[in-house]
């Protein structure tokens, strides 16, 4: 399971990180979208989000795996289509198809790393999975930074979907799954006793899209970074989390979700007030570095619902923590996009209110966490 999972994270890593160093600057410099423009695509993303509680029918009619290996061949015929298409409406529909591979093996992913690792262990396998996802974006990023200058951007876009398309013919032939696992519940799960969990998965969803949208928008827009020094940027920004990702499992295994949570959002309130009235394109970047080691931090709320958790509702639940994410994420790019044409500051204030209130509600995990799993 592990091979299977980290062979389909490295090209799902690899696709979007591709799709992401070009998309903006072709959004900018082909497709002469807007600010607003550019939001309206960005909220469009994140519908397939909002719309990942469909992976729990999805489950009803084919294997885990099955859904897993399909939703990367999607996100890489998305990715390949999206240079061929510099417009407004050309751009929301592609980024729709790849979305929906992009989110729906994030559920599935998230779902079997719960469910065929145990508590002490998942901690260490995310973080070697987010290593892997830093070391193929890392590679991906110097492969777009050297091919810039010569290649079009259909050319980039289609050299970062084969990857994914690839990976994921692959994966429909393995067969990874153990037979001795608890059956998960089918059907919709929604608890009552989760609902911290939904609560901190909606808040970090919303507070995600600041760092996503207009970060990156920031960086181009306002301090005119081109799409090489935008790759460089990526690229040494993976090269960070390469390093630093594997350590996190073992840090929450070591001074447990709050303490690293707690950490985490107090050291994000300083940071996007730091985005919001910065004037130097350098310190803006390396706001932009520390943000995404920050993110990382995040799949504490994953092991957190793991612990408390039933056995039997990691698939669905993990589904809907997906669908929870992006309640918010849906309409945060949609309306901090207008906003931004009033003035760029505010979607970033906007983040930090997202980040006190997590900061608050980090405070009801219990302080000595333990299994309470069936």
Known sequence: ?????????????????????LYTNFAVEVAHLSGKENGIVQSFREVPGLLSVGVIFCLLYMREVTLTSLAIVICGVGVICTGWFPTLEGQIFWTLILSFGFHYFEATNQSLTLQYFSITDSPVIIGKLRAITAAASLLMGGIILLLSKTLPYQALFGITGIVALAAGIWGFFQRPE??????????????KRYWLFYTLTMLSGARRQIFMVFAVFLLVQKFSFSLTEMSALFLFNNLVNWVLNPYIGKMINGIGEKRLLTGKYCALIALLIAYAYCTNPWVAAGLYILDQVLFNFTVAIRTFFQK????????????????????AAVAVPLVGGMLWMVDYRIPFLLGVGFSVLSLIMVNFIPSNLSPQRK
């Open 1 to 21: 399971m592990f091979l299977y999972l980290a062979v389909l994270t490295f090209a799902q890593a690899a696709a979007f990180q591709g799709w992401n160093s």
């Open 178 to 191: 153990m037979a001795n696992l608890p059956p998960q519940r089918r059907g919709m799960v929604l608890r």
């Open 308 to 327: 408390i958790a039933d056995k039997e509702d990691i698939a669905p639940s993990m589904a809907m923590g997906v669908t929870v994410n992006h309640i």
